[in-house]
């Protein structure tokens, strides 16, 4: 026996080998899917500090990579050493990059936490005479618009006071409690605020390390690639991980950027029309607007209570402008920062928020749609290949209303209308 013959058979005994191993994993966590989730939880939770500080320096590598080149190519007639310069760009990048995160997050909790703070404050002590007054200003907007009908005058304010009713009731008995109830719990709530900044400061010296490291890194990956496949497969997984690079870098940057300007154009309108909790909505506006699909109305539904507790006719208004402001993001500002970044239809894009929101909550839903992206176009290739081997159209209007395909003929034939 030669060695192609020994080689192939070795090779597709591996081959053989991973598929089987990978079979029984995919059992063996649909069946332990509990147990499974909660190693992972474990897992990430020890990786919490590398996590947040790849994370940080994932974000943060445009700003490094344009400040390093900017002072490599500024410097060069007082530096005449390239090494110099690459050092001095490096320790720049990473002191302006550092400095840039920090400035965003201390200025957002210096603006935030005090109003957001005193907005609840002040929701929780004027909440049940809102509720009160808000019932009233509705009843009576009720009673101005039947007032040509007292048949469905009556029936319709029955129906209002035992929705007011129940929501009292519910507000006193269940939400109010719980609130109290967190209060009284806040030193667990500062327990795990200190582990978390304990993780974040952590992970900003991680991050420091790989906004530096991450070249070597890169190239010693490359290098395991080349050593460990074909050439040609490994030209293929380096492709495949620069389009990966594409996506998540295109979309989640581009969505942030896109959410910050929704959050800022929301507290300019909102303060111009005089909105109560301006500062708060606006947050919660931006934060939610990182979700793709479901963001603009899962922020505008809490707001939109928020504003009626208050001021009935002011929720109306938000609700438009709510609506103008989310168009304008979805036809201009949206498509002009991301494009088509992922390529995937409306639907597609549901069905990952809905896949990856349901297994990994809110940061499921934030990179639901970038994975699922790259996974449709990994079948996509697999489905191409596999018809390129049996020798088939990879075109999909060759498909289209296909009844079966003549091998002989190597004809296409469509269905009889």
């Known amino acids: 026996m030669n060695n192609d ?55 943060l590598n445009p700003v490094y990579n344009r400040v390093k080149a900017f002072v490599e190519t500024n410097t060069e007639k007082w530096i005449p050493s390239a090494k110099t310069r690459r050092r001095l760009g490096s320790l720049v990048g990473t002191v302006l990059s550092l400095v840039f995160l920090l400035a965003v997050v201390i200025g957002l909790i210096y603006m935030l936490i005090p109003q957001v703070i005193s907005s609840v404050r002040g929701l929780l002590e004027v909440l049940p005479a809102n509720i009160t007054d808000a019932s009233i200003r509705v009843q009576e907007w009720l009673m ?50 200190l582990s ?51 996506v998540f870098g295109g979309f989640i940057v581009g969505k942030i950027v896109d959410s910050a300007i929704i959050g800022v154009l929301s507290f300019v ?76 239809s409306s639907f597609w894009v549901l069905f990952s928020i809905l896949l990856f929101g349901g297994l990994f909550g809110f940061v499921g839903m934030i990179i639901g749609v970038p994975t699922f992206a790259v996974f449709y176009r990994l079948v996509t290739e697999l489905v191409v290949f596999l018809l390129g081997k049996k020798q088939l159209s990879v075109d999909i209007a060759s498909y289209e209303e296909l009844d079966y395909i003549d091998e002989e003929r190597n004809a296409y034939i469509r269905k009889e209308k």
Request: hydrophobic letters at 60%; a positive charge.
């Open 5 to 59: 013959k020994i080689r192939k058979y070795v090779y597709w005994g591996v081959t053989a080998f991973i598929v089987l191993a990978l079979l029984i994993l995919l059992i063996f966590t649909m069946l332990h899917w509990g147990t499974v989730k909660q190693v992972v939880k474990m897992i990430l939770g020890i990786l919490a500090p590398i996590i947040y500080g790849a994370a940080f320096a994932y974000l």
């Open 144 to 193: 101005r618009m039947f007032a040509d009908n007292p048949e469905m005058e009556q029936q319709v304010i029955e129906q209002f006071n035992a929705a007011s009713t129940f929501l009292q009731e519910w507000m006193s008995t269940a939400l109010l409690p719980q609130v109290y109830e967190f209060a009284k719990n806040a030193s667990a709530w500062v327990v795990s605020a």
């Open 196 to 246: 978390m900044a304990m993780n974040l400061v952590i992970g900003l010296i991680v991050m420091i390390y790989l906004l530096n490291l991450k070249g070597k890194m890169l190239t010693q990956v490359v290098m395991i690639l080349y050593g460990l496949f074909p050439v040609k497969a490994a030209n293929k997984v380096i492709e495949e991980f620069r389009y990966v690079h594409q």
């Open 269 to 344: 309108v909102f303060s111009v029309t005089k909105m109560p909790y301006v500062l708060l909505i606006s947050v919660i506006i931006g934060v939610t607007n990182v979700i793709p699909f479901f963001g603009p109305f899962i922020g505008a539904v809490p707001c939109a209570l928020l504003i009626l507790l208050v001021d009935p006719m002011k929720c109306l208004w938000f609700c438009i402008g709510i609506l103008i402001i989310q168009q304008l993001d979805g036809n201009v500002i949206g498509p002009m920062i991301l494009g088509d970044s992922t390529g995937l």
